[in-house]
């Protein structure tokens, strides 16, 4: 065999001479089947994204959000409700298996395994089969979650009166009071505003402290309280002079004076 141009040597005949590298097929060659993830793609995915934000928002803006009266520790035929997503959890906690003795198995234990199931569906089964029917565990697993939350769901709302709960709970906004005008440039005031302002709010509404409008004091009552302290409120709050404190005590007795005219 003469040596010359175009003479390969190979140590197996099963091996070819010139191995071509592979590179994937562009994605134009598949016409109307695939398209390139940036921009196209990602490009829908925001636009559905932002359709459906904006369609949130617009519902949120027509039907906001029911709101209830404000709590009240003594009302002992108030039923406390989770909000719809945690409803199913709520009717768990109702069989004897998960309350009681058994509450860390109804609240940590079963849902704990039921989300870390769907986690773990993906690794548990790793076929590349796309049919439901060719995935029976991960399909098994979904459906089962899925008719566990409609079904629990549908228990723990079934049994709520919910036009009935509406009604008891409508929302009850605290009465403001009568509007009163505090004379921010009295001596009066400038020894509240030293001493009281920070617990009582600067028009005296109550802030830390309760609102000092509506109160019946009188002057040395007043005095009293600001040296001695009354419930919550400790002794020595009050730094100043006898006439700075009759100055106190005349202030907030002229503005009840003045709420209890305009009622």
Same mark, same amino acid.
């Given at each position: ?60 803006? #027509? @039907?906001?959000?029911?709101? *209830? +009266?404000? =709590? ?9 409700? %989770? ?74 709302? #079934? @049994?709520?009166?919910?036009? *009935? +709960?509406? =009604? ?9 009071? %009568? ?85």
């Amino acid at each position: 065999m003469k040596r010359g141009k175009g003479m390969k040597f190979v140590g197996d005949s099963r091996v070819p001479a010139e191995k071509n590298k592979f590179i994937p097929k562009d994605y134009s060659e598949y016409p109307g089947r695939t398209e390139p993830f940036w921009p196209n793609f990602l490009l829908k995915e925001w636009l559905v994204g932002a359709v459906f934000l904006v369609g949130f928002l617009c519902l949120t803006i #027509a @039907h906001p959000a029911p709101l *209830e +009266k404000m =709590a009240d520790p003594t009302d002992a035929s108030y039923l406390p409700l %989770p909000d719809w997503y945690f409803l199913f959890l709520y009717q768990l906690l109702k069989y004897k298996f998960a309350s009681g003795p058994f509450f860390v198995l109804g609240a940590i234990v079963i849902p704990g395994l039921a989300f870390g199931a769907l986690f773990l569906a993906p690794f548990l089964d790793r076929g590349k089969e796309r049919r439901p029917h060719k995935r029976p565990i991960t399909v098994s697993l979904m459906l089962l979650s899925i008719i566990a939350v409609f079904w629990l769901t549908y228990e723990a709302a #079934a @049994h709520v009166d919910w036009e *009935e +709960k509406a =009604a008891n709970n409508k929302p009850e906004w605290p009465d403001s009071g %009568p509007s009163v005008e505090i004379d921010k440039e009295s001596e009066g005031y400038a020894v509240y505003e030293n001493n009281c302002l920070s617990c009582h709010g600067g028009n005296l509404e109550g802030q830390a402290g309760p609102t000092l409008i509506g109160i019946d004091y009188s002057a040395d009552e007043i005095k009293d309280i600001a040296q001695n302290g009354i419930g919550n409120m400790p002794a020595g709050q009050f730094q100043g002079s006898d006439e700075e404190l009759q100055q106190l005590a005349d202030f907030i007795v002229s503005v009840n004076e003045q709420a209890s005219s305009e009622e």
